[in-house]
C-alpha cells in the first residue's frame, strides 16, 4: 500500500471487536470452555462425504467422469471406505458437542453408528430406484430414467433426504439436517431428515416444496412445486419456550397427489388415495378417496 493512501479500516479494531462478539454468544450459550479443536461438524467435510456417497450409490452416473464398468466395485469400495471414515470423525465431534465428556466412547460409538449406517447403503439405494422409476412413470416429459437421476432436483433433494434420515434415526440428527440443507440450498426443497417418507415418492418440478420434520408420508405419493406439508400452530411451556419434538405436520397415506401450491397444516390426516388441488389451503382431515379444491375446501371449512 502507498504510503501517501490513507487506511480504510481498522483490522485490529475489527478483530477485538469480533473476539469480543464471540466471547458474548459463548457465554449465553454457556460454551466458555475452549476444546482446543473443531467443536462441531463441518458443513464444507459433509458436502464432500455426501458426493462420495452419491458416486458410490450410483457409480456410473454420479461418480467420475472417466470410471469404466469394470472398475465399478473398485470405485465403489474406495469411496465407501473414504467417506465412512470421514463421517466417523463428524459423527464423533457431534457426539462430542452434545456431550464434551465422551472422550474414546464417542469415538466408539460413532463408529458403531456409521458401521449400522453403512449396512443400510444398498436398501437405500433400492428405495431411490423406486423413487426415479416413479419419477418416469408420472412425467411425460421424462424420455429415460437416467434423465431423472441425472437433472430432477427432486431425486436430487430425495438423496440427500434418504441418506441423512437413516443418519437420523442413528442419533446423528446434526449431520442429517446438514446433509438436507444442502439439498435445500441447491434445489429449493425443503425436506426435514426426521420425516417419514414412504415408497415410490415423487416431487415434480420441486421448487418451494416444505416438508416437516414430523410429517408422515405413504408410499405412490405425488407432490408438486411449492407444495408446504407445515404445521398450524406451535405448543409452547408455561414459560413461552416451544415445545420441541411433537407431532406438528400432515399424515399423507398411500397413493395421494398434491398440486402445486397447496398448503397442508398441522396434524391431519389425507386419507388414501386423494387428490388435493393446487393452491388449497387445508387444515383438517380428508376422508380416503377425496378430491379437494378451493372451492369445496372453503365450504367445508
Known amino acids: 500500500m502507498s504510503e501517501s493512501m ?29 476444546l482446543g479443536d473443531r467443536e462441531f461438524p463441518s458443513v464444507e467435510r459433509i458436502e464432500g462425504l455426501i458426493k462420495q456417497l452419491r458416486g458410490a450409490l450410483f457409480p456410473l452416473r454420479l461418480g467420475p467422469a472417466d470410471l469404466q464398468r469394470e472398475a465399478e466395485d473398485h470405485y465403489v469400495g474406495y469411496a465407501i471406505d473414504l467417506a465412512l471414515s470421514g463421517l466417523v470423525e463428524e459423527a464423533r465431534l457431534e457426539l462430542d458437542c452434545r456431550e464434551r465428556s465422551g472422550g474414546d466412547a464417542h469415538r ?36 429415460f430414467v437416467d434423465e431423472i437421476l441425472l437433472c430432477y432436483p427432486g431425486i436430487h433433494a430425495l438423496l440427500h433426504y434418504r441418506v441423512a434420515h437413516v443418519l437420523h434415526e442413528l442419533g446423528l440428527p446434526l449431520i442429517a439436517r446438514i446433509i438436507t440443507e444442502l439439498a435445500h440450498s441447491s434445489t429449493g426443497i425443503d425436506i426435514h431428515p426426521g420425516a417419514v417418507i414412504g415408497r415410490a415418492f415423487f416431487i415434480d418440478h420441486g421448487t418451494g416444496v416444505v416438508i416437516g420434520e414430523t410429517a408422515r408420508i405413504g408410499d405412490r405419493v405425488r407432490l408438486y412445486q411449492a407444495v408446504t406439508l407445515g404445521a398450524k400452530s406451535f405448543e409452547t411451556t408455561t414459560g413461552g419456550q416451544l415445545v420441541k419434538g411433537k407431532a406438528r405436520h400432515p399424515v399423507v397415506e398411500d397413493d395421494v397427489v ?30 380416503p378417496g ?12
Do not use: M
Open 108 to 143: 466408539r460409538e460413532a463408529v458403531d453408528r456409521v458401521r449400522r449406517f453403512a449396512e443400510r447403503l444398498a436398501d437405500i439405494r433400492l428405495a431411490l430406484d423406486e423413487d426415479i422409476d416413479a419419477a418416469y412413470a408420472g412425467d411425460p416429459a421424462a424420455r
Open 290 to 301: 377425496s378430491v379437494i379444491t378451493q372451492a369445496r375446501c372453503a365450504q367445508h371449512d
Open 6 to 34: 490513507p487506511r480504510r479500516w481498522d483490522v485490529a479494531t475489527v478483530v477485538a471487536d469480533l473476539r469480543e462478539a464471540r466471547r458474548k454468544w459463548r457465554a449465553h450459550v454457556d460454551r466458555e470452555t475452549d
Open 258 to 287: 398434491i398440486y402445486a401450491g397447496a398448503t397442508v397444516l398441522g396434524r391431519v390426516t389425507i386419507g388414501t388415495g386423494s387428490t388435493i388441488g393446487g393452491n388449497v389451503w387445508l387444515t383438517h382431515d380428508v376422508a
